[in-house]
């Protein structure tokens, strides 16, 4: 009998189905990367096209990894590696992430790799972000519930229906008419007792009101001047979202124009919109003007709700401020709703200059400034435009 | 090949190994061996291998990225997992074939004799292991189920005392003086030699050491200094600091003889499959599975080859038969990867290796220097620089109470390689979580001495 000794434990299926120990542990490690993706929301926001899409639409979401912090060395350390014999000094052995020398299993050991994919609904982004703008789920319900703007039309008259619509008065002519052709072919008829029949019944027919004048229409109007960094098209992408969002829970049809200007306007994808970044001045009057130019052409205000919003950091140039509060006044005039947001995320409004003021001077019960320093503004920045929005409807015809 | 085999196989070839265990004079721990399937297999090398083991997010985490790595194929699951303990305990899968099994247990008994022999497993008390891990889980617990405790507070702790817990004496051989034995040591340094001409002259001053200094001499161990010189921490914080420091302590003198101790397993599972009568068809198989095991990993180290080729090659040069039997089993007995390369990895061997040493340029890692009659003794260096703890940077703390503020004082022993910044800011932001005071950290980073801090303000860098 050799000295050690051992046993064997044979594989029991019960404990495999038992035994799935790190649920627990896998269950807390999602709900960081779920707070992962919070945390970055902004940039990935930011960065994808959400405004008019699909809610079903799936994101591919890059998020950092939760790391684990230890002190480790920096990337200029040297490592050591085996080679297949024929190493020569100078030859590229890996790359920076991917087959980076250091064994496969310990990747994540290293800084820059912890990065993980992460397929998101943008159903759920969406849910995330109004999370984040701390949106009362109250509130939220109710906007989704305001009715929409249809109304219904008679449009003739049918045999059948229910019984709230049917018409009376026609029902009892229909009778009399009946009774008097009866009467004529057959005058020894009884004349006492001559009771409805089903064909006299007649009821109104309604139909839906497609008017054209509930399709809506939201011009979204942005300086995409260089100074547009992360944080502003954040902030501006929320608010436009909202906008277009709350729109769709009130008419039919709703749809987006964007339209991107610096020192000039014209109109872009939701992607350019975003993304273009472009120096140079700034010119907020031709951004107006294109507005003014697409609503003349396509969107007549007689057939179209018109909702127009303006982010911008307010950087504009003085000479064009006359001519920016005209071309905003003429934008009231054919808009239900015209707003302008500028957008300072915290400490820029120092030292920067405004539109604020220069809009001040218009005077129009439709039009609306608001002022974003953060994220948390975006959601009261809403609501006081939309009180504004509720007083008389502006003469849009 | 054969693959179905049921537990009286695995009994018999278990008998057939362990004679020759015995022949060959390796020296185990009883030896226990579990079948399992590929989940629960994922599950053991999630935890460790304890089968027991306190719950945390980040072994989830490891869960799901060796899940993943798996599932897609990128990688196959070990042969086998074994446990410093003892009895010592290992997992068999219970889809390998009856090759790999036999292998597996040959190579098991392999790590068991070196766990049981070498000099630096000696600390890490193998009969207490399981009951030691299952007792951490067990408090680990409690305090998570204790409703003036909770989840979040108990994570938040684990979280930073993982981030410290490899910064720790890493030669535990060596006693750690008591604070008191090392004022008694200053004392003893501070008194003047005797002086054979007191009459005829002056007495010399005696300098007075700082005894007031705390730690009297730097501190390697951030968790325990922490633990007992922060006066603020509750019991169940201490608790958890002395349990995550335990079981680090446990585990380094894996990471220290990582090489050795791969090479050894396959060493031996070479020798005694060799030994054994397989049968043709078992031995075509082993040759394709111990080929797999050893084989070099371009590019980088896998530390089943190159330790078995250095101890290879130390049974050779010792003149193979008991003479290198006998070289062999000292070897492993009184090395850690250190010296085990610096004494037995020659220029010849790295050579015939093709290691090479490299350095990120840009987004490349580019070949610097290679085995050649210049480079191989650097190459050789670099090695051990980053084998076992010598990965792991060396923080000390020199003054738990730094301008009388009870600022925590950190030096980093600078040896070339400079911190990576966001992690040294990150895990300083850990240290100063558990010190609740202002901790400042002294290192260089690109040749210039630096200063980061961590206060209530946040994280400065100043120069120094």
């Known amino acids: 009998m050799p000295p050690v000794d051992s046993v064997f434990r044979p594989f029991r299926p019960a404990d495999a189905e038992r035994s799935d120990r790190a649920a627990g542990d896998r269950a807390r490690h999602r709900d960081k990367v779920r707070q992962a993706i919070r945390d970055n929301i902004a940039d990935i926001i930011a960065e994808e096209s959400i405004i008019g899409k699909d809610r079903d639409r799936i994101i591919k979401v890059p998020i950092r990894g939760i790391k684990e912090y230890r002190f480790i060395y920096g990337n200029s350390a040297p490592g050591a590696g085996q080679g297949n014999g024929q190493s020569q000094p100078g030859q590229v052995v890996g790359r920076q992430q991917g087959d980076a020398p250091g064994q496969p299993d310990r990747a994540g050991d290293k800084p820059g790799v912890d990065y993980y994919e992460t397929d998101v609904r943008l159903d759920e982004l969406i849910d995330l972000m109004f999370e984040d703008l701390e949106l009362p789920d109250l509130e939220r319900k109710r906007l989704r519930e305001i009715p929409s703007d249809r109304t219904a039309k008679r449009k003739g008259y049918r045999q059948v229906g229910i019984r709230q619509r049917l018409d009376k008065r026609r029902t009892v002519r229909a009778r009399v008419k009946r009774m008097m052709a009866t009467r004529e072919r057959d005058p020894a008829a009884d004349e006492r007792r001559f009771p409805f029949h089903d064909d006299d019944l007649t009821y109104k027919h309604l139909v839906t009101d497609v008017r054209e004048e509930s399709n809506a229409v939201v011009v979204c109007i942005m300086d995409t001047s260089g100074s547009m960094d992360t944080m502003k098209k954040y902030l501006a992408r929320c608010f436009f979202f909202l906008l277009y969002q709350f729109i769709r829970s009130k008419y039919r049809n709703v749809e987006i124009v964007f339209i991107a200007h610096h020192t000039e306007g014209k109109e872009v994808t939701e992607e350019e919109f975003f993304h273009k970044g472009e120096s140079g001045g700034t010119l907020i009057s031709s951004g107006y003007q294109k507005a003014l130019d697409i609503i003349a052409e396509r969107y007549h205000p007689s057939l179209w709700n018109i909702y127009a919003f303006h982010c911008s950091d307010g950087d504009n140039f003085d000479t064009d401020n006359a001519n920016a509060l005209r071309c905003a006044t003429e934008l009231a005039e054919v808009c239900n709703l015209f707003g302008y947001g500028e957008i300072k995320p915290m400490g820029a409004r120092a030292y920067e200059s405004s539109m604020l003021n220069v809009f001040r001077r218009l005077d129009a019960d439709n039009f609306q400034t608001v002022l974003i320093e953060r994220k948390e503004d975006v959601w009261p920045s809403f609501k006081a435009l939309l009180a504004k929005e509720r007083l008389p409807e502006p003469a849009t015809a | ?464």
């Open chain 2, 1 to 464: 090949m054969p693959t179905a085999w049921d537990i009286g196989d695995l009994e018999t070839w278990d008998d057939r190994v362990r004679e020759q265990v015995e022949a060959f004079g390796l020296d185990c721990y009883p030896q226990e061996f579990e079948v399992c399937d590929h989940n629960q297999m994922l599950a053991y090398m999630a935890y460790s291998g304890m089968p027991s083991h306190y719950p945390h997010w980040s072994y989830g985490k490891s869960f799901e990225k060796l899940k993943t790595l798996y599932d897609h194929g990128v990688s196959g699951l070990p042969y086998e997992m074994v446990i410093n303990s003892n009895p010592a305990l290992a997992y068999l899968m219970r889809d390998n074939s009856l090759l790999l099994q036999i292998l597996t247990i040959a190579h098991v008994y392999g790590h068991n004799d070196f766990f049981k022999n070498n000099f630096t497993f000696r600390s890490t008390r193998a009969e207490y292991t399981i009951g030691t891990f299952k007792a951490h889980a067990q408090r680990i617990r409690r305090y998570q189920e204790d409703p003036s405790i909770g989840l979040e507070r108990v994570e938040a702790i684990l979280d930073a005392a993982h981030a410290l817990s490899l910064q720790c004496r890493r030669n535990l051989a060596v006693r750690k003086l008591s604070d008191e034995d090392a004022r008694q040591a200053a004392l003893e340094a501070a008194r003047p030699p005797a002086d054979p001409f007191h009459r005829i002259h002056r007495a010399q001053d005696l300098e007075e050491p700082d005894l007031r200094r705390t730690p009297q001499v730097p501190d390697d161990d951030l968790l325990l200094f922490i633990r007992d010189h922060n006066p603020y921490l509750a019991e169940w914080e201490r608790d958890l600091l002395t349990i995550v420091h335990e079981e680090a302590q446990y585990f380094i003198p894996q990471i220290e003889t990582k090489i050795m101790n791969e090479g050894w397993a396959s060493y031996w599972h070479k020798r005694i499959l060799d030994s054994l009568e397989l049968g043709p068809d078992l031995q075509l198989e082993f040759i394709v599975r111990h080929n797999q095991v050893v084989r070099p990993h371009e590019g980088s180290i896998n530390p089943y080859h190159v330790g078995l080729r250095v101890w290879e090659h130390i049974h050779r040069s010792a003149g193979e038969g008991a003479a290198g039997d006998a070289a062999i089993f000292a070897v492993r007995e009184s090395d850690r990867d250190t010296a085990f390369l610096r004494r037995h990895l020659g220029e010849e061997l790295v050579r015939e290796l093709d290691l090479f040493e490299y350095q990120r340029k840009g987004n490349d890692y580019v070949i610097t220097q290679v085995a050649d009659a210049d480079g191989w003794r650097q190459v050789r260096d670099t090695l051990i620089a980053t084998v076992g703890m010598n990965s792991v940077p060396v923080i000390r703390v020199i003054d738990g109470d730094a301008g009388g503020k009870r600022t925590l004082a950190l030096e980093h022993l600078h040896d070339g390689r400079d911190l990576h910044p966001e992690y040294a800011e990150r895990t300083l932001s850990f240290v100063h979580q558990l010190w609740q005071r202002e901790v400042q950290l002294e290192t260089v980073i690109g040749g210039k001495p630096q200063l980061l801090v961590h206060s209530d303000r946040g994280f400065t860098v100043k120069a120094r």
